[in-house]
Nanobody, 115 residues
Framework: VQLVESGGGLVQPGGSLRLSCAAS????????MRWYRQAPGKERELVAT????????NYADPVKGRSTISRDNAKNTVYLQMNSLKPADTAVYYC?????????WGQGTQVTVSS
């Protein structure tokens, strides 16, 4: 299993970013995918979840209404669109899946929200 995130960067408060996670090494369309984030000095937290078909999504309260998780099973890619970004959204964002007993994480992509 390989998960490779991209799309992070420095953005001003109120701005938007779209994160991508390219997956390989497993039947992507069969598995739930998740985005987590970890801010400095804080524990890693779940941000959003999408079912294998993309038909069901869930969001953590801090990002609900500002973020959209989606997936393209033809491209083996999951996305996280984040709008109205706040400094509190500053974190390393990780893509995650669990295939059988094996949990897999990407290397993370840094999102910094600052003026």
């Amino acid at each position: 299993v390989q998960l490779v995130e991209s799309g992070g960067g420095l953005v001003q408060p109120g701005g938007s970013l779209r994160l991508s996670c390219a997956a390989s090494g497993f039947p992507f369309s069969s598995y739930t995918m998740r985005w987590y984030r970890q801010a400095p000095g804080k524990e890693r937290e779940l941000v959003a979840t999408i079912s294998s078909s993309g038909g069901t999504t869930n969001y953590a309260d801090p990002v609900k209404g500002r973020s959209t998780i989606s997936r393209d099973n033809a491209k083996n890619t999951v996305y996280l669109q984040m709008n109205s970004l706040k400094p509190a959204d500053t974190a390393v964002y990780y893509c995650y899946t669990k295939v059988g007993w094996d949990a897999s994480w990407g290397q993370g992509t840094q999102v910094t929200v600052s003026s």
